[in-house]
């Protein structure tokens, strides 16, 4: 699993288009995963939001040619799994996905106040929860309700 991380881009129509494509193409040749899965805040946003859309379908035109699966995932259908299996916040899932995924236990997600800014490390437990979301993981988990 990778997460290429929240990213800006002043960028808009075609250079947004040539900027998204250049980068997901040194990470799709590098990597060559067997499927590419999208988090998109709400799927609402896929038809509102012209930028999202326009760096959907180019994400989902580099993967094409690939010929690599596209999953898209909301947050909402991500958080809905696992609070329904009783975790309901992101330190109580990062802990859990700890026990799934090995190679997360370096990395250790402290309890935060609401005040506070998330760590930079929390994308890497919402990419490992697409996935786990993803592979049915969680909903499979014998103490998961």
């Known amino acids: 699993m990778l997460d290429w991380g929240v990213r800006s881009y002043g960028s808009a129509g075609q250079k947004l288009n040539e900027e998204v494509k250049r980068r997901v193409q040194d990470l799709l040749d590098m990597f060559v995963p067997g499927l590419l899965i999208l988090r998109v805040p709400n799927l609402d946003c896929l038809q509102g939001d012209k930028k999202v859309e326009r760096v959907l379908k180019t994400?989902?035109?580099?993967?094409?040619?690939?010929?690599?699966?596209?999953?898209?995932?909301?947050?909402?259908?991500?958080?809905?799994?696992?609070?329904?299996?009783?975790?309901?916040?992101?330190?109580?899932v990062a802990s859990w996905l700890r026990t799934q995924f090995p190679n997360l236990s370096w990395n250790i997600l402290k309890k935060r106040k609401p005040w506070h800014s998330e760590s930079y490390s929390t994308s890497i437990f919402d990419a490992a929860a697409a996935g786990a979301v993803h592979l049915g993981i969680y909903e499979n988990y014998p103490a998961n309700p």
């Not at 991500?78 to 309901?88: A, D, E, N, P």
């Open 59 to 92: 994400l989902r035109g580099e993967a094409k040619l690939r010929s690599i699966p596209v999953r898209v995932l909301s947050r909402p259908i991500i958080k809905r799994v696992f609070v329904t299996g009783g975790l309901k916040s992101k330190y109580e």
